[in-house]
């Protein structure tokens, strides 16, 4: 994949993914920070969503990576810098889930070369399950992955 230019991104461009949640996804995100705790129990939310699930839930942390994935790989191409990333977890996302990820640009600054970006994560049901923005600093130049 090439990256694109400042000059190709249009404010308006966007790109989507859908994953399904897997028992690796969860268990790697946590991992891969040195932490080595086992995946939550749906139990564990009952207090903040007011819903019981024995069904394992993901990490809130695995709908950033998700994002950050949309963002290199399906809309921008390498080269692309995350400056800044919120993303706020609305829904309990659980094991076996099939998420779509959906990354939107909002606004551009040719000058500084960079793009502003709206981000949504929506679960199988077509429930919102996270939502934030992002902030990427563009290559100069076009940049290739082998």
């Known amino acids: 994949m090439l990256s694109r230019t400042i000059g190709e991104i249009k404010v308006g461009d966007w790109a989507g993914i859908t ?11 946590r991992s891969d920070r ?8 749906g139990l564990s939310c009952a207090g903040v969503t007011g819903t019981a699930s024995p ?21 921008l191409g390498p080269g ?10 609305l829904r309990p996302v659980y094991i076996g889930d099939k998420i779509t990820t959906t990354v939107e640009v909002v606004h551009k600054d040719e ?18 399950v996270a939502r934030g ?14």
Not at 80 to 89: A, E, G, L, R
Not at 111 to 128: A, D, I, P, S
Not at 133 to 146: D, N, S, W
Request: proline residues 4%.
């Open 19 to 29: 994953e399904v949640v897997t028992e690796y996804d969860g268990y790697g995100s």
């Open 34 to 41: 040195g932490n080595s705790g086992k995946i939550e129990l």
């Open 55 to 75: 069904r394992r839930m993901a990490p809130g942390t695995l709908m950033s990576s998700f994002i950050y994935n949309a963002l290199g790989t399906h809309l």
């Open 80 to 89: 692309s810098q995350q400056v800044h990333q919120t993303c706020y977890p």
């Open 111 to 128: 000058v500084k070369n960079m793009v502003w970006l709206r981000t949504v994560c929506t679960n199988q049901g077509g429930k919102l």
């Open 133 to 146: 923005r992002a902030v990427l600093l563009l290559p100069g130049h076009k940049t290739a992955t082998a």
